[in-house]
């Protein structure tokens, strides 16, 4: 079979992807090894970064800031049908994000505070935190909190959005087995079906290694990043944003579904190298019972899950910002975006090297597709993890 584009990742960027291909024009074909969206996507908060978190002095990232600045704005066009794809049915869950400083840290808030001001100054935030009066204080943070600012920043279900993207497609989406795969230039052969691509895309998060391993890539292109990402679940507030600690963000909750609380931040980079659940789940409860006193675990659960974020390696393999897309050999294209939230620069710009080389579509028109499974939608990390007493 001959078409234009094979793209490998069935996450949040290659599904994006995939449709950005096909409005161009561009015969394409994705191909997903294990359920759409397994891995990043799925395991994601779905905050749409604006760059306010990482103008932080303890973060002081500029060039996140410039490559996020604009997402909110871009996203909301999608979710609103504005813009392509449109994302109308793609399930928002706040249309916000709070920024706070906990109870007793002054210093923190002068360490974090004295860069927004300036980045919002010079125009690279297009939605600077906004300090809100204790009236409109979140519950959570009323006994938690010395200040709380609102970022314009939307908050998306991940999993509506995988079916959003993937409805859109539906008929140029297949799973296959990774053993049957061989890849030959831009040539792949899956389950003895041959296919003649002019350019192979890979998307596949940390799937990118064993994909470039088969393409005959090397094998320095990605950097793997491990998180330990804590639940919560009881009767709990909604919540969405970034507890500050020392101009960096310690914690960051999410409230994916009623009465549950998904965590990250700095919290879950330390909890990556403590390999004893048990401890980690200790060291997890602490760290929430000092930075929400208020908060009565006695009735909670916990649960952990690992996480991997899979990212271009960088110099010193430091945390890379903005979207990293790359022409890696001929015909063969690698793309991370860093962030969910970067999805459609990323798309952007495999869209636009993809194009410099093929320069338009053949014009194969859609063949007979092979009759093959179609991967589902992945399931939820509080869905398959194991739940403990949080007290």
């Known amino acids: ?45 779905g905050i749409i970064h604006g760059g306010g978190k990482y103008a932080l002095r303890g973060v002081r990232d500029f060039a996140a ?18 813009a392509e794809p449109a994302l109308t049915s793609t399930r928002v869950l706040s249309e916000r994000c709070y920024l706070w400083l906990p109870r007793g840290s002054c210093v923190a808030a002068i360490q974090s505070w004295g860069f927004i001001p300036l980045v919002a100054k010079a125009g690279l935030l297009a939605t600077p935190p906004e300090k809100i009066p204790k009236s409109d204080w979140p519950e959570a943070l009323r006994g938690a ?20 993207l993937a409805a859109r497609q539906r008929n140029f989406i297949f799973l296959y087995r990774p053993a049957t795969l061989r890849i030959r230039g831009t040539a792949a052969i899956i389950d003895e079906t041959a296919f003649e691509a002019r350019a192979i895309v890979l998307t596949a998060g940390a799937g990118n290694r064993e994909l470039g391993q088969k393409a ?25 944003g970034h507890c500050v600690v020392g101009g960096k963000t310690e ?11 998904q965590i990250g931040g700095e919290l879950a980079e330390r909890l990556a190298r403590e390999a004893d659940h048990a401890r980690a789940r200790r060291a997890a409860s602490g760290a929430l019972a000092r930075w929400f006193p208020g908060l009565d675990l006695s009735a909670t659960e916990i649960a952990l899950y690992e996480a991997v974020r899979a990212e271009a390696r960088s110099e010193n393999l430091r945390r890379p910002s903005g979207v990293h897309a790359s022409r890696v050999a001929p015909g063969i294209f690698v793309g991370w975006p860093t962030k969910l939230s970067l999805a459609p620069l990323l798309a952007e710009e495999l869209l636009r090297l993809v194009a410099k080389d093929l320069r338009a579509p053949a ?13 589902g939608i992945a399931r939820y990390p509080w869905e398959e993890a194991p739940w403990y007493p949080a007290r």
């Open 363 to 375: 014009g194969y028109g859609d063949e007979a597709l092979p009759n093959w499974p179609k991967p």
């Open 1 to 45: 079979m001959k078409l234009d584009v094979l793209i490998f990742g069935g996450g949040a960027a290659g599904l994006w992807c995939l449709d950005a291909f096909r409005r161009a024009g561009y015969q394409a074909l994705l191909f997903e090894s294990n359920a759409l969206g397994a891995g990043q996507t799925i395991q994601a908060q």
């Open 216 to 240: 005959g890539l090397d094998g320095n292109l990605m950097q793997r990043r491990p998180l330990k990402m804590v639940l919560l679940r009881g009767e709990l507030p909604a919540l969405f």
């Open 145 to 164: 909190a010395a200040a709380v600012y609102s970022l314009a920043e939307p908050v998306v279900s991940t999993g509506s959005l995988l079916e959003n």
């Open 251 to 261: 914690l960051t909750v999410t409230t994916p579904s009623s009465g549950i609380w």
């Open 65 to 82: 800031v410039r490559a996020t600045s604009a997402m909110p704005e871009r996203w909301r066009r999608s979710l609103a049908g504005e």
